[in-house]
């Protein structure tokens, strides 16, 4: 099958093979990636309509203990400076946030060992404890399962750890030996199990990612039917062992939103901030390809250029209404709106 064929196939079928996802990826061209667009937009908006969700997103700690060969907070940039924030920091960005209109807070933040359960499990019951409408969903990485069960009885309802890349060779070649591939594919069945809802995802045009990387991507995305998934381009940080490598592309990311949105049509997506990085309407680019989720920063002022995971990153110099207000511009400049709800993932029901 050529790759109209294949489109044509995935649009109605929600499924390809591995082979035919790679054929895919590989054969798209201006027409596939237009006609693909157009078939995610529609089963977008048979399901959610014009709505895109918000999430705050707010930057917990920038210390971490891995050493991702793409990350700007590795531990190996020496050169990052390092900050955490105090509980009340982050119960004041969620306040916040509330005031606002946010009713999904995404906690993120490197390995930080000062998160200790205790802590975070602190922080999660009284966000929820003061926002009982709201959901709040973790993205700290690698934990134990006892650690996950905990952080999940405490109230957290989602959690975001991407795969970063679902070929082993490739994981091999973006992480140092001491991560590996197995259990970070553990850690995201580990976090279903445990009643989360769970996001994967991973970057496009990270250094070594070819066609047959993405097909696997493709087909565990297939495979594991994530309720979110994160993707969005690589931007090198000058610190880094990549820092001379070269970014993932618009036209890329955009595409593989699109045939995402049309392997697992409810899927929350997100225009990442990434997105809107390497290209002034990257996030807008990214919705009109099949997005549904964007998620303005919430974090401190103070502290936003610290969270470096990238060069260049936006929306590191404003208010937190300022974000909100100029996405809020954005979505509705291409005829989306931003709604407040918890945006909870179509199907699944509210525990
Ligand atoms: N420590 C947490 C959060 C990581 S930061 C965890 O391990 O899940 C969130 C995501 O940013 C990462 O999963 C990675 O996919 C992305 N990221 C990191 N460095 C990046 C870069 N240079 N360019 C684009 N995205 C990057």
Do not use: W
Not at 49 to 62: A, C, M, N, Q, Y
Not at 254 to 260: A, E, G, P, Y
Not at 281 to 303: C, D
């Amino acid at each position: 099958m050529n790759e109209d064929a294949l489109a044509r196939k995935l649009a109605a079928e929600h499924s390809l093979t591995l082979e035919e996802y790679e054929a895919l990826i590989s054969g798209r061209n201006k027409d596939t990636a237009l006609y693909l667009a157009d078939e995610a937009v529609k089963v977008r908006e048979r399901i959610y309509g014009k709505d895109v969700f918000v999430r705050g997103l707010i930057e917990i700690s920038s210390y971490c203990k891995n050493d991702c060969l793409y990350c700007g907070i590795r531990r190996g940039n020496k050169n990052a400076e390092r900050y955490r924030l105090t509980e009340d920091e982050i119960l004041t960005c969620a306040d916040e946030g509330y005031d606002l209109g946010f009713r999904t807070f995404v906690l993120q933040g490197g390995e930080d060992a000062y998160f200790t359960d205790e802590r975070v499990c602190a922080v999660v019951s009284e966000i929820k404890r003061r926002h009982p409408d709201c959901a709040v969903t973790l993205s700290l990485g690698e934990r134990t399962r006892e650690s996950y069960k905990r952080l999940r009885d405490a109230g957290a309802d989602r959690y975001l750890l991407r795969h970063e890349t679902a070929d082993r060779e490739h994981y091999a070649r973006l992480h140092p030996p001491e991560m590996s591939y197995d259990n970070r594919m553990e850690c995201l069945y580990t976090l279903r199990e445990l009643g989360y809802q769970v996001g994967c995802g991973f970057m496009v045009g990270s250094p070594y990612q070819t066609a047959r990387c993405l097909a696997e991507d493709l087909a565990f995305i297939e495979r594991f039917r994530p309720e979110m998934c994160g993707i969005g381009p690589f931007i090198p940080h000058h610190g880094t062992p990549f820092g001379g490598e070269a970014a993932g592309t618009l036209e890329m990311t955009c595409f593989l939103l699109s045939v995402i949105r049309l392997i697992h049509p409810p899927v929350l997506l997100p225009a990442t901030t990434a997105l809107g990085t390497i290209d002034p309407r990257g996030r807008e680019r990214g919705i009109l390809s099949g997005a549904n989720v964007v998620m303005p920063n919430l974090s401190p002022v103070s502290v936003r250029k610290k969270y470096e995971l990238y060069d260049n990153k936006i929306c590191t110099g404003e208010e937190s209404a300022q974000c909100r207000g100029c996405l809020e511009a954005r979505m509705e400049s291409i005829g989306y709106k931003i709604v407040t709800s918890r945006g909870d993932a179509a199907g699944f029901e509210q525990k």
